[in-house]
């Protein structure tokens, strides 16, 4: 619910720093869930590596897809839901396997940092000119295709993990990338189904939300499902310091920086898309609670001396999420009397979580899954695509022609 709700907050603000942003308030959660004490150590590092590998995906321009998944011809619109599944597959696995490795970085077996961004840089590159520039395999034409880099650097992790029997991140990798693919075509599946009966809620909002969720559960599944060493490699200080700066004041800074929130204080009101719906004090709002984020992140990291207990987790993880809900409420309006429907429910979700996370339930399965069994794999794969393609083939079947639609290919 953390991370389908924060995803769903991330639709306010877009690309890699409102995907980051939303990563790291669903890492902290995991942490929160799993109650494993050396991983309250280190959680700032778990929500840094999900920062960095969801938000990577937020490079990938989906805009025309969604369109395409609303054509009432089924090659496109099939074609459109079988790329968001690929899209929501490469969030997915770069963001679970980042979270994986993390957790599975010990005394024993310590990932090889330097080694692995190398190659994925390098994977990213040859990928993009590979299958953009010679075989020209364009998912959005006259659109960016920032996809192929993180494919190619998607390729080169899993390569990387296989080589270093990191088995355990290969599965959370995995389950992450078919949760996450799977929870984006569906969830476009259902912002048609909204549109045609004509339901009265944000149902672009919806899709997001629907990504946030099953790929939340499913890197959770792969997590809780796997074996991992009994005593985590505990971080230095100088490593909280870095990703507490990142998590709390950097990320924040972005999406403050990059966002129409500042213009009603250093820009005019012709650069604000919708200017009657950001006031100044809203913006000053907006401001003030991103100190309080880095200021609280910052000096909590500063003043634990100690390993950090659940006390700590829960305090950021409460300070984060409440400011990424409130910050959504300045950007669409709320200090000029605009409060939308999807909105509220964010502050009913957020409530909910408070709830469920007073509960202290077994998390991990009583019996983890010590390898990898990849013709399993396969059948889940064929089983999700055969879903997603039955989806489309029923949502072309409840509308004619819709606003927004593409076609990517011209219909028979």
């Not at 998912?139 to 899993?158: D, H, K, N, Q, Y």
Request: hydrophobic content about 50%; glycine content about 12%; some cysteine.
């Amino acid at each position: 619910m953390a991370f389908g709700t924060a995803w769903a907050i991330r639709g306010q603000f877009g690309h890699e720093q409102g995907a980051a942003w939303a990563a790291g308030i669903g890492a902290l959660a995991l942490v929160l869930v799993a109650q494993r004490k050396d991983w309250y150590s280190k959680m700032l590092l778990i929500a840094f590596s999900s920062a960095i590998g969801w938000g990577a995906g937020g490079m990938i321009s989906y805009g025309k897809v969604v369109g395409y998944g609303r054509s009432d011809d089924f090659l496109n619109a099939s074609y459109g839901l079988l790329m968001l599944f690929v899209i929501g597959g490469l969030f997915g696995l770069l963001g679970g396997g980042f979270v994986g490795l993390t957790l599975d970085s010990s005394e024993q077996k310590s990932v090889k940092w330097g080694s692995l961004v190398a190659e994925m840089a390098a994977g990213g590159l040859i990928g993009y000119y590979i299958l953009i520039e010679q075989l020209e395999l364009l998912m959005t034409p006259l659109r960016s295709e920032a996809w192929a880099i993180c494919f190619g650097a998607g390729v080169a992790m899993i390569w990387h993990m296989a080589r270093n029997n990191h088995n355990s991140p290969l599965r959370v990798a995995y389950y992450s990338a078919m949760g996450a693919g799977f929870g984006f075509a569906f969830g476009n599946f259902l912002q048609i189904l909204g549109t045609v009966l004509e339901i009265n809620f944000n149902m672009w909002n919806v899709m997001e939300y629907s990504i946030g969720f099953f790929g939340g559960s499913s890197m959770a599944y792969g997590v809780f499902s796997s074996e991992w060493p009994e005593e985590s490699l505990p971080p230095k200080r100088w490593e909280n310091e870095i990703a507490s700066f990142v998590i709390f004041a950097f990320i924040p800074y972005l999406v403050l920086s990059n966002g129409p929130l500042l213009e009603p204080i250093f820009g005019s009101s012709e650069a604000i898309p919708k200017p009657d719906s950001i006031s100044i004090w809203g913006s000053i709002t907006a401001i003030i609670l991103i100190l309080a984020v880095a200021l609280t992140g910052c000096y909590r990291t500063v003043k634990s001396k100690d390993p950090f207990e659940r006390k700590d987790v829960r305090l950021l993880f409460i300070v984060y999420f409440a400011a990424y809900i409130l910050i959504s409420y300045c950007v669409t309006g709320a200090f000029t009397g605009i409060f939308l429907s999807n909105h509220q429910l964010y502050v009913v979700n957020f409530i909910v979580v408070l709830i469920l996370l007073g509960k202290h339930l077994p998390a991990f399965i009583r019996n983890p899954v010590p390898g990898i069994n990849s013709k399993h794999w396969w059948l889940y794969a064929i089983a999700i695509v055969s879903i997603v393609m039955l989806l489309s083939f029923v949502a072309i079947n409840l509308h004619g022609q819709l606003g927004g639609a593409n076609d990517r290919f011209l219909p028979f």
